[in-house]
């Protein structure tokens, strides 16, 4: 049975160590740690002391315990303070007689072309090493058809973290019981002391990888224990319902990382409540499917004759042709839809609420709850350079001004190229109606809308990566202070630009659609040449279905395959070519390198694909633009949540794949929250309020048929209880148009099999009209104030359920509380202790 260990009342594993709370002051001497004088005088003579000469020294001047302290505390226990001196005045060499041989142990890993010697870039990369050398960093060269050097930093660097710090590593993430600084901790500061370190020339690593003086730069998949477990029990297919093991996730790629996967997991496990919500709501839909009053209308209209819909060579047809499809909007466009909305609006809240208090928990169980990235960022800053001098902070208006027209105008290219596909869409319908093909010409509505939702996923492919460049120019231009302002930034302005990618189609055809083409004989026209599209009959919300249905599928099937299949592919490729050739026997030198441990991993690792800051982002982007295809319009596809939910049962496991198996070590972070993110979810909780209002008031059929019901139906005008209230609702929601107002150029259309020419004087269309002057009738202005109330409450009520549920769930458990709490009355009874015992010696 695994031993395990008591902290503040939970149990912790071995591999972790007890922390005292962050909340004591630095500079408060610890009487509990402090060595004892026996240990001072036990020293064996001549012993190597850290300070250097012994008279002089900081224990030379020391009268007491407490100046005893100041000068020991490192030396006695690893988690004690250290001096904050130049590493270059402590030892080279590692001192600890009880730590184990480490030479094989590398922190980082520069890759290099094999350059001239003399070149240019031999000798820039000769000078960056220097640097490292300087900073007592130990580097080990390995050549290949490339130049492989691994690094490894000094201890007492990280020995420096932990004074300034006061070690926020409460507890070991690693279960190697000789290393007093996880692993992850030591690659993110050997990262930043990389990537800040400048040679003579001013030159940082960033800048000499792009002048290809270095090809690439990670940190090793190592053969820890903790690796070998989330190989076994995490990134298996066999895992796929099983829970994660989030901390060991901590353990091997850093907060960051493992709290995306935390988040992850619970939206998925909330998911599946929405999926069954949305699921049981279609299914009440297709048990609808025959028995609608308005769907039998429509397909028992064999006697109404519809305009036709292009200006040539487009036949008259009948409403009853259009059944099937009347049907299937009925079973998506019904009162079920409302209510699913309603309560989509209000699990936004909740998930969110919820997860709130689950990072509270995690990040309380890690002693990060209230960890500050500022205060870290300026230690590795003093840590790397100890003359550093922070950039205050700044506000410039005019940077501003410009910034916010720069995003404006890219915001109106995307709008731009949305009315490009709304073009596409027109002129395929009349091209479709014109086709020599009979399918063709019976489903050009329907055809357009598909191949039009087709190109609308490949322009959102293309845009993705424009976006990202045009959101890092901006945030250049802006000149972040630091890093996660820049990535803050840089987040907001991304999923801004995706937005509008991604959403402006759905919206023109949500609000749009139908609504601003006018009526037959007075069409409004895309150059004076095609007219806009028009709405079926029985509503536009199927056409807002096929759209999200084509993308969602799209989006999770193939981008989902190729984010799998491209970095697979790719490492067979580079395993194929870079596969050693076999060395002679007689060679000794080549085959003793051969056998090299180190070569045969930097070399693995160096055929994964490579990783930048951007790869974890590109999964939260993914996910949150998900997140908002799942609630924003979810009024027109309640199946939205449950193909959301099975695409990330898979998303979780082909992340841990690519992120073991396929490509290199991410740099870890540390965080105690998912950042901006939040921020984000938040405000897209809100736009699914306003979003699906305005899908069921605008979108939908469900005011004009409910005005129709209490106003105009035979329930209300005849007081008849024995026929359904929405009876007659088809003919009254469809106006006149006499054929001899059509348009001068509009060639007469084909006339309908069994009439004659002369027979049709008239035909219908959908919208509220008089037959005389085709002005609006009053109808249409109570269906307007119908659906403008219902909008206005619904968003009322929506918000205020949203606003009370966000109340009734503490964003923070009661046990945090407590435990904090416990944590203040603990430190300062021991602090007044302290004082105590000092007085009465």
Not at 68 to 73: D, E, F, I, N, T
Not at 241 to 258: D, N, P, S, T
Not at 268 to 276: R, S
């Amino acid at each position: 049975m695994r031993p395990q260990a008591k902290e503040l009342g939970k149990e912790t594993t071995l591999c972790e160590k007890p922390q005292e709370p962050r909340g004591s002051s630095r500079l408060r001497p610890q009487l509990h740690h402090l060595p004892d004088r026996q240990l001072l005088r036990d020293l064996p003579e001549g012993a190597k002391r850290p300070w250097g000469k012994e008279k002089g020294s900081p224990l030379h001047h020391a009268g007491n315990y407490e100046e005893a302290h100041w000068s020991l505390g490192w030396f006695s226990l690893p988690q004690d303070e250290i001096l904050l001196t130049p590493w270059r005045d402590f030892p080279v060499e590692d001192t600890d007689p009880f730590a184990p041989p480490d030479e094989e142990k590398w922190d980082f890993v520069l890759v290099s072309n094999i350059h001239e010697v003399g070149s240019e870039k031999e000798i820039k990369r000769k000078k960056f090493l220097d640097e490292l050398s300087k900073k007592g960093f130990a580097i080990k060269k390995i050549e290949d058809k490339k130049l492989f050097y691994g690094v490894r930093a000094p201890k007492q660097i990280f020995r420096k973290y932990q004074w300034l710090l006061r070690n926020p590593d409460s507890r070991l993430q690693n279960c190697d019981v000789h290393h007093d600084i996880p692993v992850t901790t030591r690659i993110r500061i050997v990262n930043f002391i990389l990537q800040n370190t400048t040679t003579p020339d001013l030159e940082k690593l960033d800048e000499l990888i792009k002048k290809k003086v270095f090809e690439a730069t990670f940190p090793l998949h190592e053969k820890e224990e903790v690796r070998e477990f989330l190989k076994e029990k995490w990134f298996h297919w066999r895992d796929i319902f099983c829970e994660q093991r989030i901390e060991k996730i901590r353990c091997y790629f850093g907060e960051k990382v493992a709290l995306y996967f935390a988040w992850l997991g619970w939206y998925t496990y909330l998911l599946g409540i929405a999926a069954v919500a949305g699921l049981v709501v279609f299914t009440a839909g297709i048990t609808v499917f025959n028995s609608s009053q308005v769907s039998k209308e429509i397909c028992e209209a064999s006697n109404i004759i519809m305009c036709p819909l292009c200006d040539q060579k487009c036949p008259f047809w009948l409403l009853s042709d259009t059944c099937t499809y009347a049907r299937v909007t009925h079973m998506i466009d019904n009162e079920g839809t409302v209510l699913f909305a309603m309560f989509m609006a209000i699990w936004a809240t909740v998930f969110l609420e919820l997860w709130k208090r689950k990072r509270a928990n995690v990040v309380t169980d890690w002693d990060l709850y209230r960890w500050d990235e500022e205060e870290e960022e300026l230690a590795m800053e003093l840590i790397n350079n100890l003359q550093h001098e922070p950039r205050r902070y700044q506000h410039s208006y005019f940077r501003s001004t410009i910034m916010l027209l720069l995003v404006l105008v890219m915001i109106a290219v995307l709008i731009g190229i949305a009315h490009a596909l709304i073009i596409y869409r027109v002129i395929a319908t009349a091209l479709f109606t014109q086709s020599n093909f009979e399918f063709l010409r019976e489903q050009a509505d329907t055809m357009a809308v598909m191949t039009g939702a087709v190109l609308h996923y490949i322009t959102i492919v293309i845009m993705t990566k424009v976006n990202r460049h045009v959101a890092l120019y901006l945030c250049d231009l802006e000149k972040p202070r630091t890093f996660s302002q820049r990535e803050n930034n840089f987040t907001v302005k991304i999923f801004t630009f995706q937005f509008f990618t991604n959403f402006s189609s759905l919206i023109y055809i949500a609000f749009f659609l139908g609504r601003i083409n006018g009526r037959p004989g007075n069409y409004v026209r895309i150059a004076g040449k095609w007219r806009l599209e028009e709405c079926h009959p029985s509503g536009c919300i199927t056409d807002l279905f096929i759209q999200m249905a084509i993308i969602m599928l799209l989006k999770q099937t193939i981008s989902n395959v190729m984010e799998y299949l491209t970095p697979w592919v790719a490492h067979k490729l580079r395993k194929k070519k870079q596969r050693p050739k076999k060395r002679s026997m007689i060679l000794g030198e080549e085959e003793e390198e051969a056998e090299d441990p180190c070569k045969r991993q930097w070399l693995s690792n160096y055929q994964l694909k490579e990783v930048n800051i951007f790869s974890l982002f590109d999964e939260f982007l993914e996910m949150v633009i998900q997140y908002s295809f799942t609630t924003i319009f979810v009024a027109a596809f309640p199946l939205a949540p449950l193909l959301a939910f099975f695409n990330n049962l898979f998303e979780i496991r082909l992340d841990a794949i690519k992120m073991m198996r396929l490509h290199q070590r991410m740099v870890p972070r540390k965080a105690n929250d998912i950042g901006i993110w939040l921020q984000v979810l938040e405000a897209v909780g809100i736009l699914a309020v306003i979003g699906n209002g305005l899908v069921i008031a605008i979108t939908s059929d469900f005011i004009p048929v409910q005005v129709y019901k209490y106003t105009y139906s035979p329930c209300m005008m005849e007081n008849s209880t024995s026929v359904d209230c929405s009876t007659g609702y088809i003919n009254h929601s469809l106006s006149v148009f006499r054929i001899q107002d059509l348009e001068p150029y509009t060639k007469l259309p084909e006339t309908l099999p069994g009439f004659l020419s002369n027979e049709i004087k008239e035909c219908r269309y959908r919208d509220y009209r008089n037959a005389d002057d085709y002005s609006y009738t009053v109808q249409f202005w109570h269906v307007f104030a119908a659906r403008l109330a219902f909008l206005i409450l619904f968003e009322h009520v929506a918000l205020c359920v949203k606003l009370i549920a966000a109340w009734y769930i503490p964003d923070v458990p009661q046990s945090v509380k407590n435990q904090f709490l416990d944590r203040k009355h603990s430190n300062l009874r021991k602090d007044l202790s302290v004082m105590e015992y000092s007085t009465e010696v």
